[in-house]
């Protein structure tokens, strides 16, 4: 296969755990005969540096014009500022938008060789597989927002706001993906309060009612989820919802593995290329000092070649890979609980080793 692949190292670790991510994809390229053309491109706050904008229209047209993009992370103290014109942030944004990434899979996996790493007991988070589907382009995020003068100075405002159609298409996606998986459905809403959630439950029954009948389907209430993520994350397979929801519970269920940076994530659309990150974020108090973990973003690559470019064999690979490595004892800082830990660059040299 001849492939294009945008790199978006961005700020902070972004770009030490891109070069790494790009040592995996090359390696599996030489291994299984591919060609994967990759180009860096800025994004975030480099590029506002640098253009003055934190997705340059270069960047935006080389993605389009990709099969697929593998992505750092954004943003950092230099550009905290909120009376900034513009954010890293923004950026990330833009590019759901600008490809049409309505759709964003997190899957939360624990891994044997790293079960005591997490803050919760053994025999509540080993063996959690959850593979979460979160809205990305609707929602209050996208909604209408502002401020006003009010009588003791300003109020500001944030609208939620979903349509049918956008319900439909991630209840879709989520339902196909349950019924290859374990056969179990959750959506998540607050429809006891909100009435944008009285549509989401509405359509969503409907969708798995009259197109996957075959699949067991629950709601829960989004401070029930909350609750039941750290007391029960093993009950679930398949998790649905919207915008804010999915990035506050998928942040929370990040830590029942006990690090971020075992965990990745994919953005897809209806068509066009797929953008996969780790979902650690930037990072900017260990960057440059080559100790952050690389791993979410090589199971992002394995995410990347099953997701945008067909390629399972090769994605097992990776994730084979990085199951071995941990398996042999090699550890980063983040997740080596005080004992022996090795460098961002070495642990990729072990990867790519075991892909040899």
């Known amino acids: 296969m001849d492939a294009k692949i945008v790199l978006l190292p961005g700020d902070g670790i972004g770009p030490e755990i891109v070069a790494q991510g790009k040592r995996v994809l090359e390696a599996i390229a030489t291994n299984f005969g591919h060609t994967f053309a990759m180009a860096e491109h800025p994004i975030g706050g480099n590029a506002i540096d640098d253009f003055g904008d934190p997705l340059p229209q270069p960047t935006i047209d080389a993605c389009k014009d990709s099969d697929a993009i ?40 624990t891994f044997d060789e790293l079960v005591d790493a997490s803050p919760l007991r053994r025999e ?25 003068p009010h009588e003791s100075g300003e109020e500001a405002y944030n609208e939620m706001v979903y349509s049918t159609g956008e319900v439909e298409r991630i209840v879709r996606l989520a339902a196909a993906a349950a019924k290859e998986r374990r056969g179990k459905l959750t959506s998540v809403d607050k429809a006891n309060v909100l009435e944008v959630s009285r549509l989401w439950r509405q359509v969503a029954g409907r969708v798995v009612k009259e197109e996957f009948p075959e699949i067991e389907y629950e709601v829960v209430l989004v401070d029930a989820m909350a609750m039941h993520l750290i007391s029960r994350p093993k009950d679930f397979d398949v ?25 990745p994530s994919a953005s897809i659309g209806s068509d066009g290329p797929g953008l996969y990150e780790p979902i650690h974020g930037s990072a900017p108090d260990i960057a ?67 892909l040899g």
Do not use: C
């Open 124 to 148: 509540i988070v080993a063996g959690t597989d959850i593979l979460f589907f979160r809205e990305l382009t609707g929602g209050i995020y996208f909604g209408d927002s502002g401020r006003r």
């Open 70 to 109: 593998l992505l750092g992370a954004v943003g950092g103290p230099k550009w905290d500022d909120p009376t900034a014109k513009t954010r890293p942030e923004v950026g990330l944004l833009k590019i759901r938008q600008e490809l049409g990434l309505f759709a964003n899979l997190r899957p939360i996996n």
């Open 239 to 263: 998790v649905v919802t919207g915008n804010m929801f999915g990035d506050i519970l998928t942040d929370a269920a990040s830590m029942l593995p006990g690090s971020l940076g075992l965990l």
């Open 288 to 354: 440059g000092q080559n100790v952050a973990n690389p791993l979410a973003t090589f199971l992002a690559a394995a995410m990347l070649l099953r997701h945008s470019l067909n390629l399972n064999e090769e994605a097992e690979a990776i994730e084979s890979a990085v199951s071995a490595t941990l398996q042999s004892g090699h550890r980063t800082k983040d997740i080596a609980a005080g004992g022996t830990s090795i460098s961002t660059t070495v642990m990729g040299d072990l990867v790519v080793q075991q």
